[in-house]
């Protein structure tokens, strides 16, 4: 029976070789490995509850009153779009787990990429022969940003509009190119031409998907290519020769299980976490804005470092040159991806290593690309943190400017002294693994020793008497 | 996906074969082998109780399912996203911890050692480039024949995207100075109604729209504060801007664009000294009685003053434009007030 499948399948495709390969594929073990298997399975989650929100969403912002079921908002001139979602959440069975759950979907899918960057920039994996690897992964970060973004930006809420504010703003500011820039995308001055919310939802379910699809086809492809790094758990595992798991059946049970997990989570996320509830914002108008706004987590390193720049355009008397928000907005999300393309060729720069890299580094082993990548981390990280700072005022009390004014202090000082900890860390783990490796072999040789103590003894016991035949001990002297 | 795809396959067979066996004992396992060929995966021992785990997850991954559909169905259930997530959630978790037990306990595990492929094939390069460069022998004037190529593929690129120039007025910016506020409009509240001047209270502020326009073009909402007279320090050109201490600004952050929606007052005088309008994008903060200086924040200009007078019936009115552009700078904004 099952014979006759495969006959079938490569009498019609004449693919048995290629599958027989794939079955017995060998994926090296390790748990970080798992991290972009989650990503891919969030990617798939998000089509597939995304293809189910476009059934029911109205991609206009023609103005409608709202004549649904939640009484707040009954009377009011809401856009088709604001009306279409907010229907969908209350009047469509199984519409708000849905929506709930692409929300989820996408938060889930950035904190795994970026764990995931992490994992391979930490493991030295994007070295040759996989930098081209790391390069599309990059792209599709930043591919995967502006999407979020865009997907919560379409609803046109309050919180929704706020963000585009920003995002014209931002436009707006790039020098040159700013005006014509932020005109030719909008269509007029913001709130721009209706056909805005048209060309943010195409770019949103077509082309952005459609670009994330290609670069992740391209990521795997790349990787099956290449075949996966490995860790040297054993001496077996070397640049040229690796120990791993097949595909099948070994790897299959486990990464269906993590799609399994991951669409559980996800889908208990968006059955019991309210994300979102655009109905409680209203709709967005603008002349309105509220306080305590907060973008989704993946935007939040962008409006620490808009709300951290001191106040000044750069100007030639009354003629500006440099807007504020270029800082913050362009500059800042440019160098962090101008760094992260540039990583692999830098490396290679400074170390000279232009070697083929199948083995993985542990973090240690690198103290410098340690060292800076931890540094790096931190510095995103603290101006994402200072994009909270309104929140720790609400919390904590704290003062919203003297923060501001600390971490202005803080996001330059506390990476340099990361760097140099971790430097210091990681020596000094490379030394405790020098004094273990010497101790081992001491050890060893000292076990040796007593072995060889022991045959003497034993031996001269033996001579003692006459020798019963070939003397045995003699070859065990000198192992 | 092509992996996905290829262990969705191997899935199914395995389950497929996994049934087969089941029904037909271990009579069919063996006329599958008896080919003659070697075992190819690793022998590995049956484990009754594993077994029996992963077919109680996969039956109760059913019932989640099956209760999914149920509250899907009744139209009468409260709070049916609750329960939907945790149906869906919780089957979908069953089915993950069969096929984790399934992969720990029931299927060989077994390491392979592979060669990794060569990184590069100095052979294969150099047949490709030779092939192509091979196959241009016929050319006699390749430089020119380049050049013609690249004329004619760098025309018709840009032919193809000029199209999207429709998209908006990539040229002329002169439409971000566009306010729709003239000398002599009224003022009037979000329902149209007319600001009185005598209505306007200080410590709070109002949101104000031009009449007769429209609200939700960048250059049209206002902020209107009134103020102490005394207090006010404008510069001496707009000495007659803010009659009885009424002053008007565009509610549009200079900084991201954003709606001016908080107005601290002086509540403690030792650290908020004056009022100040606050956006609550970036927190930039404006001094309303200096004429909308920046007093903190990212914002590179002042908030645009739009110059009042009080009419014959105590309506408020528009003396004039703005004291410079609206909304976020962009280079090349200039100083300029707004037509």
Same mark, same amino acid.
């Given at each position: ?12 495709t004449g693919t048995a070789p290629l599958l027989r390969k794939t079955l017995r594929y060998a994926f090296p073990d390790n748990w970080s490995f798992l991290l972009g298997e989650v990503v891919l399975y969030s990617f798939v989650i998000l089509v597939v509850t995304g293809t189910y929100l476009t059934l029911f969403f109205e991609p206009s912002l023609a103005k409608t009153t709202y004549d649904g079921t939640y009484e707040p908002l009954r009377g009011l001139q809401v856009s088709e779009a604001y009306q279409s979602v907010v229907h969908l959440s209350f009047e469509v069975k199984a519409g708000l787990l849905i929506r709930q759950t692409h929300h989820w979907a996408a938060d889930v899918f950035l904190v795994t990429m970026v764990l995931h960057l992490m994992r391979v920039f930490f493991t030295g994996a994007f070295r040759r022969p996989r930098t081209l690897t790391w390069t599309i992964g990059v792209a599709m970060l930043f591919a995967a940003l502006l999407e979020g973004f865009l997907g919560y930006s379409l609803v046109d809420d309050l919180l ?7 995002? $014209? ?18 269509? *007029? ?11 943010? $939802? ?18 795997? *492809?790349?990787?099956? *290519?290449?075949?996966?790094?490995? #860790? ?10 690796? @120990? ?16 399994? *997990?991951?669409?559980? =989570? ?47 355009? =750069? ?14 907005? =362009? ?44 540094? #790096? ?6 101006? #994402? @943190? ?13 003062? $919203? ?7 202005? @202090? ?6 340099? @002294? =990361?760097? #140099? ?37 034993? $031996? ?20 | ?10 899935? !199914? ?59 899907? !169905? ?22 993950? &911890? &069969? ?43 390749? %430089? ?49 109604? +007319? ?6 209270? %200080? ?25 102490? +007279? ?12 803010? /009659? ?21 007052? /002086? ?12 956006? /609550? ?7 309303? &009685? ?37 909304? /976020? ?7 300029? %007030?707004?037509?």
């Amino acid at each position: 029976m099952l014979r006759r499948a495969v006959r079938i399948l490569d009498e019609r495709t004449g693919t048995a070789p290629l599958l027989r390969k794939t079955l017995r594929y060998a994926f090296p073990d390790n748990w970080s490995f798992l991290l972009g298997e989650v990503v891919l399975y969030s990617f798939v989650i998000l089509v597939v509850t995304g293809t189910y929100l476009t059934l029911f969403f109205e991609p206009s912002l023609a103005k409608t009153t709202y004549d649904g079921t939640y009484e707040p908002l009954r009377g009011l001139q809401v856009s088709e779009a604001y009306q279409s979602v907010v229907h969908l959440s209350f009047e469509v069975k199984a519409g708000l787990l849905i929506r709930q759950t692409h929300h989820w979907a996408a938060d889930v899918f950035l904190v795994t990429m970026v764990l995931h960057l992490m994992r391979v920039f930490f493991t030295g994996a994007f070295r040759r022969p996989r930098t081209l690897t790391w390069t599309i992964g990059v792209a599709m970060l930043f591919a995967a940003l502006l999407e979020g973004f865009l997907g919560y930006s379409l609803v046109d809420d309050l919180l929704s509009g706020m963000g585009l504010e920003i995002g $014209y703003g931002v436009a707006l500011s790039t020098p040159l190119i700013g005006g014509n820039l932020a005109l030719g995308l909008w269509g *007029a001055p913001f709130p721009g031409d209706q056909a805005f919310e048209s060309r943010m $939802y195409i770019a949103h379910v077509l082309i952005i998907p459609v670009l994330i699809g290609v670069l992740l086809s391209a990521h795997l *492809a790349l990787v099956a *290519a290449r075949h996966h790094t490995q #860790f040297r758990r054993t001496p077996r595992q070397t640049n040229r020769r690796l @120990v791993g798991l097949p595909l099948f059946p070994a790897q299959t049970p486990r990464s269906l299980g993590l799609l399994f *997990a991951t669409a559980a =989570v996800l889908f208990l996320l968006g059955g019991l976490v309210q994300v979102n509830p655009v109905w409680q914002w209203g709709p967005f108008e603008l002349s309105q804005g509220t306080n305590g706004a907060q973008p989704d987590w993946y935007l939040g390193w962008l409006i620490g470092a808009l709300r951290l720049m001191p106040g000044f355009d =750069v100007t030639l008397g009354d003629y500006t040159l440099i807007p504020n928000p270029f800082w913050g907005g =362009v500059l800042f999300p440019t160098v962090v991806m101008g760094m992260m393309f540039a990583w692999p060729w830098l490396e290679r720069r400074v170390t000279g290593d232009r070697q083929v890299h199948n083995v993985l580094d542990r973090p240690r082993d690198a103290p410098g690309r340690t060292a800076f990548g931890a540094a #790096f981390f931190t510095w995103v990280v603290l101006i #994402f @943190v200072a994009g909270s700072s309104d929140r720790t005022y609400v919390f904590l009390d704290a003062s $919203y400017t003297d923060q501001i004014m600390l971490y202005r @202090v803080l996001v330059w000082v506390i990476p340099v @002294v =990361v760097y #140099f900890v971790t430097r210091r860390v990681c020596h000094e783990l490379q030394g405790s693994d020098r004094v273990q490796e010497v101790r081992e072999q001491a050890e060893a040789e000292a076990e040796a020793e007593a072995e060889e103590i022991n045959v003497e003894a034993r $031996y001269a016991a033996a001579s003692a008497q006459p020798p019963p035949g070939g003397s045995e001990g003699s070859s065990a002297r000198r192992p | 996906m092509k992996r996905l795809a290829s262990w969705l396959v191997a899935l !199914a067979a395995l389950l497929f074969s996994r049934r087969r066996s089941g029904r037909d004992g271990d009579g069919d396992r063996d006329r599958d082998r008896e080919a003659g060929d070697e075992r190819v995966v690793a022998p590995a021992a049956p484990d009754r109780r594993a077994e029996l785990t992963v077919i109680v997850l996969l039956f109760a991954a059913a019932l989640a399912a099956a209760g999914f559909l149920v509250a899907y !169905a009744v139209d009468s259930v409260s709070d049916s996203t609750r329960l939907l997530g945790i149906a869906l959630g919780l089957s979908f978790a069953l089915v993950a &911890a &069969a096929l984790i037990a399934l992969g720990r306990w029931l299927v060989p595990v077994e390491e392979l050692e592979e060669e990794y492929p060569e990184p590069e094939h100095p052979d294969d390069q150099q047949a490709v480039a030779q092939i192509v460069h091979e196959s241009g022998d016929a050319f006699t004037r390749k %430089r020119l024949l380049l050049a013609a190529g690249g004329a004619a593929g760098t025309a018709l690129g840009v032919a193809a995207i000029a199209p999207a120039l429709s998209l908006g007025p990539w040229v002329n910016t002169d439409s971000l100075y566009d306010t729709p506020w003239r000398g002599g409009r009224r003022l009037v509240d979000e329902n149209g109604h +007319p600001l009185r001047a005598g209505d306007i209270e %200080r410590d709070t502020f109002y949101t104000a729209f031009p009449e007769d326009a429209a609200k939700d073009e960048i250059g049209a909402p206002l902020v209107v504060v009134r103020l102490d +007279p005394a207090a006010l320090r404008l510069p001496p050109e707009r000495a007659r801007w803010a /009659p009885d201490g009424i002053l008007a600004y565009s509610k549009i952050c200079t900084h991201a664009g954003c709606a001016i929606s908080l107005y601290r007052t /002086p509540l403690f005088a030792p650290t908020a000294a004056r009022p100040a309008l606050v956006c /609550p994008c970036h927190y930039s903060t404006f001094d309303p &009685a200096d004429g909308g200086s920046v007093l903190f924040g990212p914002a590179g200009r002042d908030l645009p003053q739009l110059p009042l007078r009080i009419d014959a019936a105590g309506h408020l009115r528009a003396a004039g434009t703005f004291s410079g552009p609206v909304g /976020p700078s962009w280079q090349g904004v200039r100083g300029q %007030r707004p037509s």
